[in-house]
């Protein structure tokens, strides 16, 4: 595992991209993951069935995506504060893959994600959460210049109190659909689970 932290002062030299493809694993930590009574996101269970057959597919490929984990930081007491058992990854980083802790929803912002992702890569983004980081990542790898598509299933959010509306409740699933349209709206291209068996070979 190679990992990019904010405190590396160093300059990591990244390997070749094959395929110039890049796997962006958005905040998959133990916190958001858990079953929704412990706190974790209404979508738990489903979403990380899938993200688990993305990350497999990802992993046994012929040309093997780049594979990029990006692990949010939060503040002492919240829930994915460093080293607390919720901020820990979902699925254990291999050898050869990449690690990026970032303090923003826009996984870009000050760090070294962007030495990772060449400008012309497909980047395939799955993960937490779909309002926030998801968001945020894929309009900035939009700007600069990436194809991005994010599948659909494999990334989810909480629900969403409109505080601003009396307090009412906007479920999960619907907020999770409303960022897609935004998204595709915006050039990001939209896949289904039922597309996974053909993300890693060519289109």
């Known amino acids: 595992m190679t990992r990019i932290s904010n405190d590396q002062s160093h300059h990591h030299q990244s390997p070749p991209c094959l395929a110039c493809r890049v796997l962006l694993l958005l905040d998959v930590q133990v916190n958001m993951l858990r079953h929704p009574a412990d706190g974790g996101v209404p979508s738990s269970e489903n979403v990380l069935r899938n993200i688990e057959d993305i990350v497999d597919r990802a992993r046994s490929a012929n040309q093997p995506p780049r594979i990029i984990h990006v692990r949010n930081s939060g503040e002492p007491g919240e829930p994915d504060a460093p080293h607390s058992p919720g901020w820990q990854l979902v ?26 992702v060449p400008r012309d890569a497909e980047l395939i983004v799955i993960g937490m959460q779909s309002d926030y980081c998801v968001r945020a990542t894929c309009s900035a ?3 600069r210049g990436n194809n991005v598509i994010l599948i659909k299933e494999a ?4 629900d969403r109190i409109e505080v601003w509306n009396g307090g009412m409740v906007t479920q999960a699933h619907d907020v999770e659909l409303e960022i897609e349209a ?12 039922s597309d996974a068996p053909h993300l890693f070979s060519d289109r």
């Open 91 to 116: 699925f254990p980083p291999l050898s050869h893959e990449f690690v990026v802790d970032k303090l923003k929803n826009n996984a870009f912002a000050g760090t070294k994600l962007a030495d990772l």
């Open 155 to 158: 990334h989810a959010t909480y």
């Open 141 to 143: 790898a939009l700007d």
């Open 182 to 193: 935004e998204l595709e709206e915006a050039g990001v291209s939209l896949l289904c689970m």
